[in-house]
């Protein structure tokens, strides 16, 4: 099918943007990768009567470190941080997330930006912008605001982010040296979404959990980050019987949606089985 018609607007600067979100309103969508949006409206999901393209915005590219934090310009490809050597040294965890994301092609022009804000619990960068203890920030008429990625996503496709805002930069705390880290993905074969997916970010002191998070992507209607599964951890030895009771809790948080990956007793044993494999890999590269 072919989209319903829209107008079109290349604006090349953040401050025109916003001008042209505010005065279009709630009839227009920004554009991004277009990898989610334009699949929406071509099934007339949407039909938003504007597009505005952040496309021409060069401000929105961009990786660096700024103190103990990345900073990753929103409109940054899945293929740019792939690329990156400095995603690749600092940020193991996203790395190997963003390589698990789709084929080249969707990474080719699929954005960090555009898939935290399509708030579609079945993609990847929630879970581990959660695990890894993102900020966002947002722009609007209002100025500039900084939220958690934790609190960010509301709801199915349903985000912190105003319509009037734009969500321009992500910001990743550099985690402690020594840190293991994974994302273990189940998916039926390449390029599909996850039919369960855990990302685990570890630190050990000695044998002991120091600290831990643990979230799982496509197990409700948001990303969930599986608290009680965290805490069952902290300070305690990294043995089978503790992974296996994390692993009990995570599933425990699981409410996902049956589909053609499975129904939901099968997605949710396979929470279970991602949540000890990606504790078993990070407690594997971790250094005690
Ligand atoms: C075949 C296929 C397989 C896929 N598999 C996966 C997968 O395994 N894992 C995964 O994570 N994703 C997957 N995706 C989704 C893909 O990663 C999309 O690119 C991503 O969800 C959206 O990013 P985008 O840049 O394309 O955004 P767009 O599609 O352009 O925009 C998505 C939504 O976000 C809004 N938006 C975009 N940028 C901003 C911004 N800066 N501020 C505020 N709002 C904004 C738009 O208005 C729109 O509502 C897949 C897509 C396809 C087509």
């Not at 829209?6 to 009839?27: M, R």
């Not at 400095?86 to 080249?104: N, R, T």
């Not at 734009?166 to 390449?190: D, H």
């Amino acid at each position: 099918m072919t989209p319903a018609s829209f107008e079109y607007h290349a604006p090349s600067s953040l401050q025109e943007a916003i001008k042209l979100l505010s005065t279009l309103g709630e009839d227009a969508k920004l554009l991004a990768g277009g990898h989610s949006l334009l699949p929406m409206m071509k099934l007339r999901f949407a039909a938003p009567a504007h597009l505005v393209d952040l496309g021409r915005i060069t401000a929105l590219k961009g990786i660096a470190q700024v103190g103990n934090e990345i900073h990753i310009g929103a409109m940054t490809s899945e293929a740019d941080l792939l690329r990156s050597a400095l995603i690749a040294d600092k940020l193991p965890l996203l790395a190997e997330g963003v390589a698990l994301i789709a084929d080249p092609q969707v990474r080719y022009r699929g954005t960090l930006g555009g898939d935290i804000a399509h708030g579609d619990p079945g993609n990847d960068h929630p879970a581990l912008m959660l695990a890894l203890g993102a900020s966002f920030v947002l722009n609007g008429p209002g100025g500039e605001r900084v939220v958690k990625a934790d609190g960010y996503f509301l709801g199915l496709f349903s985000t912190e982010c105003a319509a009037d805002e734009i969500l321009t930069q992500v910001r990743i705390p550099i985690p402690a040296a020594g840190s293991g880290w994974s994302y273990s993905k189940l998916k039926r074969k390449s390029g599909d979404f996850a039919t369960a997916a855990t990302a685990v970010l570890l630190q050990m002191q000695g044998d002991t959990v120091a600290q831990v998070a643990i979230t799982l992507t496509n197990a409700g209607v948001t990303a969930l980050k599986a608290r009680a599964a965290e805490d069952s951890l902290r300070g305690q030895p990294l043995a089978e019987a503790q992974i296996e009771g994390a692993a009990r809790l995570a599933m425990g948080i699981c409410a996902p949606m049956a589909d053609q990956r499975g129904d939901a007793a099968y997605k949710t044993a396979m929470f279970g089985e991602m949540t000890r494999r990606a504790l078993h890999a990070a407690a594997a590269r971790a250094t005690r």
